[in-house]
């Protein structure tokens, strides 16, 4: 782990950290999508996926943990996942870091966390944007696996990843 990622603690998110959060998801969102959606449709659904109340009703619902990756001066890395009602798979739903801090293992604390949150979990999946190379490589070299391909609501091409976590931390 680099000195960098080492730096920046992993806790739950609070409801005072929405405006940061909010605020990474947008720098983050636009960085990663506005190539392949175009600046006016990501700021489309920024605006709706990543509102303060979007955001807040995350620290309410069940099965889910929402975290953030903190040195006390800046959150640098957000993700949130929720299990499925037996508790078997997880379905991670954001894991997004500030694009200048990428690459630091900010992000692999914050899979790492999410995968601790799910004792009882054994796959985990997640959807990344078929054109988010970056995502894809990062999933990859986690040991996720492709497991099918579709369109999305808004007509998107996505691709679909899973990995095991009973074997996740192993060897």
């Known amino acids: 782990m680099t000195e960098t990622a080492e730096r920046f603690f992993v806790r739950?998110?609070?409801?005072?950290d929405l405006e940061a959060v909010r605020a990474l998801l947008v720098e983050t969102w636009h960085d990663s999508y506005d190539a392949l959606m175009g600046r006016d449709r990501v700021s489309e659904i920024v605006d709706s996926w990543h509102s303060i109340p979007a955001l807040a009703a995350r620290l309410e619902r069940p099965r889910s943990e929402f975290i953030v990756a903190d040195d006390g001066a800046c959150i640098a890395g957000v993700a949130y996942a929720e299990a499925s009602a037996c508790g078997k798979t997880v379905a991670l739903r954001q894991l997004y870091v500030l694009p200048g801090l990428q690459g630091r293992g900010i992000g692999s604390r914050l899979l790492n966390e999410i995968v601790e949150c799910y004792p009882e979990a054994r796959r985990m999946r997640l959807e990344v944007a078929e054109g988010n190379v970056r995502a894809i490589a990062f999933y990859r070299a986690r040991g996720f696996e492709e497991a099918g391909r579709e369109a999305d609501p808004q007509g998107s091409r996505i691709v679909l990843f899973?990995?095991?976590?009973?074997v996740y931390g192993e060897g």
């Not at 899973?162 to 009973?166: M, S």
């Open 12 to 16: 739950t998110t609070m409801r005072a």
């Open 162 to 166: 899973e990995h095991p976590l009973a």
